[in-house]
């Protein structure tokens, strides 16, 4: 599905036009502005059919609505419009403006291809294995390889799209893992399932064990730290592997001690397009490119929450979204402190609500559960008009 661009109806349209917007963020039409779009209202897709919408990343959900937010440093306003007023209120403020809007638009309408190989028009479930001693919900569980073959069998068994493997504990506080230990950990279960043709993801920040992994038959890279081992970037590029690229404040071990941010959903969306092209510019593209704003690292609950609500704002970013809260102390936090094995209604509360927003991966526990959630959910949004 090509990219739609309402540049067309809103240029030419005269200054009355804007309407509401017509005195909102005067200041947009000077330096240092970011414009973003957070579709909001969402509708079935057959309201793109009939012309009276655009698709939220060429799945079930479509938009005619959504949330203007224009930023200068520390000043942030925002609005709710259509977008013919907020297309023609950016050619107001000028060419730049207007062709910023535009690329928000035309990444967020964009049709997403496969990834890893995954048609994303149905939520894919990405299955966790932790082959660790001391993950914050089932460190020790599947420690050795035996046993984390066996959990990987049976998630495949109930449903799960691709399994993430992975060989070091990144829980707030957490000490880290030599590449060697690491490598030792994963590398007979990224094997075993690659051999089945599963599709495999390793889960590490280290460009070392990424190779190790690759070259044993993973699909793709899941790395917490968003690729910033020096030598991430190249050899991703060099493999031409998809790759998971998660936000993360700090280092596992510090990222919970007072993590601070002056807008928590647009300045994981800055940092996340900060990476994105690094890697376009590294020959990396974007079907092979997911993002993840990284739920509960280096974040406080209301940074969380207001990452959550701006879900769909992720898809400006111009590919696939990835959603990791399964289990996290957040729900435990709103809830009565559950342990993390008892948070299974929270973990589906809050991945429905991100599919609600249009998310195309959900990184989960519990799959049987997850699966039966997703399939209630697709026969409430159908892809196409029953």
Known sequence: MPPISMTSTAKPAPKSAAGSLASFAPWAGEGGVRVYLRPVGLLPIAAWSAGAAVPLAGGR?????????????????????????????????????????????GALTRGRAPFAGLDLGRPRIMAIVNVTPDSFSDGGDFFDAGTAIAHGEAMLEAGADLLDVGGESTRP?????????????????????????????VDTRHARVMRAALDAGAALINDVAGLRDPGALPLVAEKA????????RGEPGTMQQNPTYEDAALDVFDWLEERVEACLATGVPLERIAVDPG??????????????????????????????????????????????????PGSLAGGLETLNQGAQILR??????????????????????P
Request: net charge positive; charged share 20%; aromatic share 6%.
């Open 61 to 105: 959900f479509s938009f005619a609505t959504a949330q203007l937010i224009v930023r200068q440093g520390a000043r942030i306003e925002r609005a709710f419009a259509p977008l013919t007023e907020i297309m023609a209120w950016g050619w107001e403020r000028g060419t730049a403006v207007a062709q910023s809007l535009d690329k928000r638009l």
């Open 364 to 385: 989960v526990h519990d799959v049987p559960q997850t699966v039966q959630a997703r399939a209630v959910w697709e026969g409430l949004h159908p892809a196409r008009v």
């Open 295 to 344: 739920i509960g690292f280096g974040k406080t609950v209301e940074h969380n929450l207001d990452i959550l609500r701006h879900t769909a704002l992720y898809h400006g970013l111009g590919c696939a979204l990835l959603i990791g809260l399964s289990r996290k102390t957040l729900i435990g936090k709103l809830s009565r402190s559950e342990p993390p094995k008892e948070r299974l």
């Open 241 to 248: 592997a998809p790759v998971v690229v998660m936000h993360m």
């Open 173 to 201: 506080g957490s000490a880290p893992v030599s590449p060697e230990e690491e490598e030792a950990r994963v590398l007979p279960v990224v094997r075993h399932f690659a051999a089945k043709g599963a599709v495999v993801s």
